[in-house]
């Protein structure tokens, strides 16, 4: 009997509900980004202290909550309701998967007993979470509450950080249960949540095939920025005199204006980066999965090309090339033990690499001038590489740009210059229209740092009803539409052309046109004066695209090398 009595005294009679906000409050959640519907605990949850986010939809939900992930460096929470709705929440987690971003994906699905009855929007809630999370699980009771969600907080920042999913039932949202105390461990409310160095001799080999390099060169992915491993990486390459090249998700790794920097490499991408991948005898890619678009279809680095990787997952390491060294480890403290091991072998780079860096310097330089006449142009309709000019001059260097897919990744990749290393630059990975939602969760997340995105108007078109979310709860950010009313494609032209400015009018924002390269400066300053959520309606020419702009700056398409000429 007294057994019984000391083990209820830690006990306490609480619903799932109550269990539910209790826990989110533990990971010090701010806000949850969610769709009203039937078990959606709302008033539990609001009297935690925890803000809910209305959306316009599930899908947006979990981009909104994305883009707060991805700035604020701890997971961003979407709650989406049952059958549709869920599938609608799958759908958005697609982004934050490939980009590794750390999504608390829950849903209110039917209670058990109306399974497999034809019940009102009953669909498997479970299945189509499987390829988009690490981690994809079913509450039934409320008794499971606690441990599932606090392990859900784990999954998502631990390792390779990504979206999780939660399912819980109606039963484990409504029922009461004797549960022990709640409780959530602090260090998994941020990533990375717990670093891990590598083994001593995987840093030794590493070392090792780096100094023995003759023209070697890093490729970093977002792994560094996760990681925020910058100035290691930095101190590192400056110790070898390795040039840096980046991923579009590792853009920010380094200043551009660095001498080592070469710029995004791969498909969307500077060919600075590209001819320096291509001549070199040894690549080291840190936080970068080799994935299609920063190795242009695994067509660079050339083949026998000796490779070294550093990655937190060993599921990265020679999956798409062979290694011939590897380090699994968080990207800062591994590159902090290559520092230290260098140190105490007193290296000093070769004379040779100093001749190299000649040349690097030497390509960058052409380059960059046969830019600027692009960067400069008074042209009408206006040039995208002049809105970028603009836009690089319109921004702080620790503002923030978040960049659609597609034309609008190219056009950043290529021409908006970083000004200071860190996560100032944000990508959708393959997502249409992402850009727009996910700078309201970005907004949320940056505090006083201003935030622009930069959208097509076919982007646009798919989620512009958030504009009235983001009115509603005064979040102000600037959108600029690349509005070439042809989806970037000119056999894609837009028969009735939108003006996107009276649109955010209409729905309480600010809104300007831009016709002519010399006004876009001060409509941009316009919209960030006017306090609210803005569009800037920019026209720009429907002939040079950003996928255009790859033909005129030396990448690769479709394997094949472009019109560049570094003579």
Not at 200 to 224: F, H, M, W, Y
Not at 232 to 251: D, F, H, V
Not at 294 to 301: D, G, H, K, M
């Amino acid at each position: 009997m007294k057994k019984e009595e000391k083990w209820y005294k830690y006990m306490t009679k609480i619903t799932g509900a109550k269990a539910i906000a209790k826990i989110l409050k533990k990971f010090d959640t701010e806000y949850i980004f969610y769709i009203f519907g039937y078990g959606v605990p709302n008033r539990e949850i609001e009297d935690e202290g925890i803000k809910m986010v209305l959306t316009r939809n599930e899908k947006c939900a979990a981009y909104i909550a994305d883009g707060y992930a991805r700035i604020g460096l701890k997971p961003g929470v979407a709650w989406g309701y049952r059958g549709p709705g869920s599938m609608n929440l799958a759908a958005g987690l697609a982004d934050g998967y490939w980009s590794s971003s750390p999504i608390i994906a829950l849903t209110s699905a039917t209670q058990k007993s109306h399974i497999h009855k034809d019940s009102y929007q009953g669909l498997p809630d479970i299945r189509h979470f499987d390829e988009v999370t690490k981690w994809n699980v079913d509450v039934p009771t409320p008794d499971m509450v606690g441990h599932i969600l606090r392990n859900a907080f784990q999954v998502a920042t631990s390792g390779c950080p990504g979206p999780v999913h939660v399912n819980f039932h109606a039963n484990a949202i409504f029922q009461e249960v004797d549960l022990p105390e709640l409780f959530g461990d602090k260090a998994y409310c941020k990533i990375p949540a717990k670093r891990t160095r590598p083994d001593p001799e995987d840093t030794r080999s590493v070392v090792k095939a780096l100094i023995e390099a003759e023209r070697p060169v890093v490729v970093a992915g977002q792994g560094v920025l996760i990681s925020q491993a910058s100035d290691e990486l930095i101190q590192l390459a400056e110790m070898l005199n390795i040039p840096i090249a980046t991923s579009n998700t590792g853009k920010g790794v380094i200043p551009d204006a660095h001498p080592l920097a070469i710029g995004v490499a791969g498909l969307y991408s500077k060919a600075t980066a590209n001819q320096v991948i291509q001549d070199a005898d040894l690549v080291f890619y840190v936080g970068c999965k080799t994935g299609n678009m920063v190795t242009c279809n695994w067509t660079i680095p050339k083949p026998n090309t000796k490779v070294v990787q550093l990655d937190i997952d060993p599921e990265f390491i020679a999956r798409n090339y062979q290694t011939i060294a590897s380090m699994v480890c968080d990207s800062k403290l591994g590159l902090q033990d290559l520092i230290i091991m260098l140190k105490q072998m007193v290296f000093k780079p070769a004379k040779k690499s100093q001749v190299r860096l000649k040349e690097v310097e030497r390509i960058i330089k052409v380059w960059n001038e046969k830019a600027d006449a692009e960067l400069n142009s008074d042209a009408i309709p206006i040039k995208g590489h002049r809105l970028m000019k603009e836009l690089r001059q319109a921004l702080s260097p620790h503002d923030i740009l978040v960049a659609d897919t597609g034309s609008e990744t190219i056009w950043t990749s290529l021409f908006y210059e970083i000004l200071t290393s860190g996560r100032n630059y944000i990508c959708a990975a393959g997502s249409l229209g992402w850009s727009f939602p996910a700078s309201i969760g970005a907004k949320l997340a940056a505090g006083d740092r201003k935030v622009l995105t930069l959208i097509g108007d076919g982007g646009i078109g798919y989620h512009i009803g958030e504009f009235e979310t983001a009115v509603r709860y005064k979040i102000p950010f600037v959108t600029v539409v690349l509005n070439n009313m042809s989806w970037a494609r000119p056999p894609a032209t837009l028969k009735n052309p939108v003006n996107f400015a009276k649109i955010a009018t209409a729905f309480g924002g600010f809104g300007i046109r831009v016709e002519r390269p010399g006004d876009i400066a001060g409509a941009i300053d316009e919209a960030f004066d006017s306090g609210k959520p803005a569009i800037v309606d920019v026209i720009v020419d429907r002939k040079e695209s950003g996928y255009v702009a790859l033909l005129t700056s030396g990448s690769w398409i479709s394997n094949k090398k472009t019109n560049f000429s570094f003579k």
